[in-house]
């Protein structure tokens, strides 16, 4: 935001050095870029914040320096005569989308002479880099520039049935604006029509066929308030972006609509002549009450560290616009005004207080008090995450949640529906949301192969997002992936390694699974405790291909809500065993479409109390077995808690896991 020392002057007296001024800016939120002389004025050039929308005017700025120096601000009340036929005789308003435009106002001017614009006025403009075009143009960019509040106008008798329809673009429809290019629309950008074609972009940019002319007479002021996302998407799809468009992305005063278009219509009738047709065309969604901020008066020394008199913090809310309601000496309520909606808690009034009053009277030691938060149960579940991963050799990854179509693929069989899109991401080929973590961490471990690190062993803990039912909101379950080279059974072992460190005291079941993701017959799903914990497997080598891999990868995405539910944070303690454990080695053969998961089931269920562990060890196929079979070699260890085991007692339970596994699944020793 450019603005000029002589343009400020009519509102604030401004008698300080411009360095002073610039100085306390910078000290209170506006920025200063530069400050350079044009033609015996002064362009200051402020970085305005995206929550200050109230300073992109010189009235906003002016109330500022007002606040700061202790200066009277110079009001101004627009009162412009009117005569003649109403305004409704002379044209019409329509909003057919109350939801992108809350607002819209129209006054008529008659008989307006348009010509140049007289020095002061081009002067102004041209010291903050607007080039001068005609009076009727000029004055409405320059009440723009006053006050925050964009405005159009319109040659009222080249509008086809002299009035306006705000409403969406109809499919194949274009505009030729007032830069002389022709757009193309879409249904979702917001138009201002006449009775038959869109005649402007609403908040980006009007039209050339309805544009103030030498000839034009009639003039329709525009004065609106729109749906800032709405302003956002039409302007970057279409790569138009306006000084009316950067102040309509952002929160505008609503109150200043109809000021504007008083001042305007009063600056018209000044400089251009021409009556001004009585009345106001407003058509308009109630405004939600504004709500007051309770302050408690002791919360600001304990924030700030130092103590402001209550009565010098009463001044400064009050002369920042805030209105002071009912309170008690330890506490008042404060009502913003309606240019500030960025105030909304009660630290935000503590900064404002902090930032007048003046940060250079805070001490540099002065101990603030603070009281460190406990750490929840996401945070200190990360904690242990990220430490067993690291001590397992993987390093911590963080990738984007806007994707390319060629990572967008989910990795679980709930996500096949299409991804959620967004249409302004500024990455023009990275516009889906991420349905999972492993492809973005696969193209990690790609990107480190072509930098000569081949063994990247890599995790991320992250949001995924899946279209919910019913709902414009996605469903966001937060995922644990890992990515390695590793092979199933390498990184099904840093799994269980992740578990034990959660103390996770759960058995960890794994389940055969087709998923388009994993090479057929190398994925599985895992059960912790009977629920769906998440996926494991090596990586497709189609897939792997695509991604330009070289090495194979194995990848497990784990839900992280479950892995929270079966953690047990404090640890139990368990006395080490004081008996020594008997080992007994099985060899047994099964169909070869028999799951290993399901043969170790029925071991626990009939092996009996002292077992206390099921270990796999080998599959065999081939060899003298036949081609529907395979031996299953698996470890059987037992321990009682309170004797040493006898050999006849484990050969008991020896022989009723074989029996059983024979009845079952009609399995044979292999010998």
Same mark, same amino acid.
């Given at each position: 935001?450019?603005?000029?020392?002589?343009?400020?002057?009519?509102?604030v007296?401004?008698d300080m050095p411009?360095d002073?001024?610039?100085?306390?800016f910078?000290l209170t939120g506006l920025?200063?870029?530069?400050?350079s002389e044009?033609g015996g004025?002064?362009?200051i050039d402020?970085?305005?914040?995206s929550?200050r929308a109230?300073?992109?005017?010189h009235l906003?700025?002016?109330?500022?320096v007002?606040? /700061?120096?202790?200066?009277?601000?110079?009001?101004?009340?627009?009162r412009?005569?009117?005569s003649?036929?109403a305004v409704?005789?002379?044209t019409g308003v329509t909003?057919d989308?109350?939801?992108?435009?809350s607002q819209?106002?129209?006054?008529?001017i008659?008989?307006?002479k348009?010509?140049?614009?007289?020095?002061w006025?081009?002067?102004r403009?041209?010291t903050?880099g607007?080039?001068p075009?005609?009076n009727?143009?000029?004055?409405?960019?320059y009440?723009m520039?006053?006050c925050?509040?964009p405005l159009h106008?319109?040659?009222?008798d080249?509008l086809e049935?002299?009035?306006?329809?705000?409403?969406?673009a109809r499919?194949g429809e274009t505009l030729?604006?007032?830069?002389n290019?022709?757009?193309e629309l879409?249904?979702?950008?917001?138009v201002i029509?006449d009775?038959?074609r869109p005649?402007?972009?609403?908040?980006?940019m009007?039209?050339l066929d309805?544009?103030?002319g030498a000839?034009?007479?009639n003039? /329709?002021?525009e004065?609106?308030r729109?749906d800032?996302m709405?302003i956002?998407?039409t302007a970057?799809?279409?790569?138009?972006?306006s000084?009316s468009s950067?102040r309509?992305?952002?929160p505008?005063d609503?109150?200043?609509?109809e000021w504007?278009s008083r001042?305007c219509?009063?600056?018209?009738l000044?400089?251009a002549?021409?009556?001004l047709?009585?009345?106001?065309?407003d058509?308009?969604t109630p405004?939600?009450?504004?709500?007051?901020?309770?302050?408690?008066?002791?919360?600001?020394?304990?924030?700030l560290g130092?103590?402001?008199?209550?009565?010098r913090?009463?001044?400064?809310l009050?002369?920042?616009?805030l209105e002071?309601?009912?309170?008690?000496s330890?506490?008042?309520e404060?009502?913003?005004p309606?240019?500030?909606?960025?105030?909304?808690?009660?630290?935000?009034?503590i900064?404002?207080?902090?930032?007048?009053?003046?940060?250079?009277?805070?001490?540099?030691?002065?101990l603030?008090?603070?009281?460190?938060s406990p750490?929840?149960?996401?945070?200190r579940?990360e904690t242990?995450i990220r430490?067993a991963?690291?001590?397992?050799g993987?390093?911590?990854a963080?990738?984007f949640s806007?994707?390319?179509?060629?990572?967008?693929e989910?990795?679980d069989?709930g996500?096949?529906?299409?991804p959620?899109r #967004?249409?302004?991401?500024?990455?023009k080929?990275?516009n889906a949301?991420?349905?999972?973590l492993?492809?973005?961490l696969?193209? #990690?471990?790609r990107h480190?192969?072509?930098?000569?690190?081949p063994?990247?062993?890599?995790?991320?803990?992250?949001?995924v997002y899946?279209p919910?039912?019913?709902?414009?909101?996605?469903e966001e379950?937060?995922?644990?992936?890992?990515?390695?080279?590793r092979?199933?059974?390498?990184l099904?072992g840093v799994v269980?390694?992740l578990?034990?460190?959660?103390?996770?005291?759960?058995?960890?079941?794994?389940?055969p699974?087709?998923?388009?993701?994993?090479a057929?017959?190398r994925?599985a799903?895992?059960?912790l405790?009977?629920?769906?914990?998440?996926y494991l497997?090596?990586?497709d080598?189609?897939?792997?291909?695509?991604?330009?891999?070289?090495?194979a990868?194995s990848?497990?995405e784990?839900?992280?809500?479950?892995l929270?539910?079966k953690?047990?944070?404090?640890p139990?303690?368990?006395?080490l065993?004081?008996f020594?454990?008997?080992?007994?080695?099985?060899?047994?053969v099964?169909?070869?479409?028999?799951?290993w998961?399901?043969?170790?089931?029925?071991v626990?269920?009939v092996?009996?109390?002292t077992l206390?562990?099921?270990?796999?060890?080998?599959?065999f196929r081939?060899g003298?077995?036949d081609?529907d079979?395979?031996?299953?070699h698996?470890?059987?260890r037992?321990?009682?808690?309170a004797?040493? /085991?006898?050999?006849?007692?484990?050969e008991?339970?020896?022989?009723?896991v074989i029996a059983a596994?024979?009845?079952?699944f009609?399995?044979t020793?292999r010998t």
């Open positions: 935001m450019i603005v000029s020392w002589n343009w400020l002057a009519q509102y007296r401004l411009v002073i001024l610039t100085e306390r910078a920025n200063h870029e530069s400050t044009v004025d002064l362009a402020l970085e305005v914040t929550n109230d300073c992109l005017g906003g700025v002016a109330r500022e007002s606040v /700061l120096f202790d200066r009277t601000l110079a009001v101004l009340d627009p412009p005569p009117e003649g036929p409704t005789t002379r909003v989308d109350p939801a992108l435009c819209f106002t129209a006054r008529v008659s008989g307006v348009v010509g140049e614009s007289p020095w006025l081009r002067k403009l041209e903050i607007v080039r075009i005609s009727i143009v000029d004055i409405t960019n009440v520039f006053e925050g509040q106008a319109y040659d009222l080249r049935g002299r009035r306006l329809v705000v409403r969406r499919k030729t604006a007032i830069n290019k022709v757009y879409t249904p979702e950008m917001l029509a009775a038959e005649v402007g972009l609403a908040g980006v009007g039209g309805t544009e103030i000839t034009t007479a003039v /329709l002021i004065a609106a729109f800032s709405s956002r998407r970057r799809a279409l790569g138009l972006h000084p950067y309509f992305e952002r505008l609503p109150e200043r609509t504007a001042r219509a009063e600056l018209i000044e400089l002549g021409g009556t047709h009585p009345g106001l065309i058509v308009s405004l939600p009450a504004r709500s007051s901020i309770k302050l408690r008066y002791a919360q600001i020394p304990r924030v130092i103590d402001v008199p209550q009565p913090v009463e001044a400064i009050q002369d920042l616009g002071a309601r009912g309170g008690t330890d506490w008042r404060f009502q913003p309606s240019w500030r909606s960025d105030l909304e808690r009660e630290i935000d009034l900064e404002e207080v902090a930032r007048i009053h003046g940060y250079e009277h805070i001490p540099e030691n002065r603030v008090p603070l009281a460190s750490r929840g149960l996401r945070e579940v242990e430490g991963l690291t001590a397992c993987f390093d911590e963080v990738t806007l994707v390319s179509d060629e990572l967008s989910p990795l069989p996500s096949e529906s299409s959620i #967004v249409d302004h991401s500024s990455r080929r990275e949301l991420r349905r999972s492993v492809p973005s696969l193209a #990690v471990r480190n192969e072509a930098y000569g690190n063994d990247a062993e890599l995790f991320e803990i992250a949001n899946r919910r039912s019913g709902s414009v909101l996605p379950p937060t995922r644990l992936s890992l990515v390695s080279g092979d199933y059974l390498g099904k269980e390694a578990l034990a460190r959660l103390h996770a005291d759960h058995d960890l079941e794994v389940r699974v087709a998923l388009p993701y994993f057929p017959g994925g799903e895992l059960l405790g009977g629920t769906h914990l998440g497997g090596e990586v080598p189609t897939r792997l291909t695509a991604l330009e891999l070289r090495g990868s990848a497990v784990l839900e992280l809500d479950v929270m539910a953690a047990i944070l404090v139990l303690h368990h006395p065993p004081p020594p454990a008997v080992m007994r080695d099985l060899s047994l099964v169909a070869r479409s028999l799951a998961s399901e043969l170790a089931r029925a626990r269920d092996a009996g109390p206390e562990a099921v270990l796999y060890l080998d599959t081939g003298n077995l081609n079979r395979q031996s299953l698996f470890g059987l037992f321990r009682h808690p004797r040493t /085991l006898t050999g006849e007692e484990v008991q339970a020896i022989q009723t596994c024979a009845d079952r009609g399995a020793l």
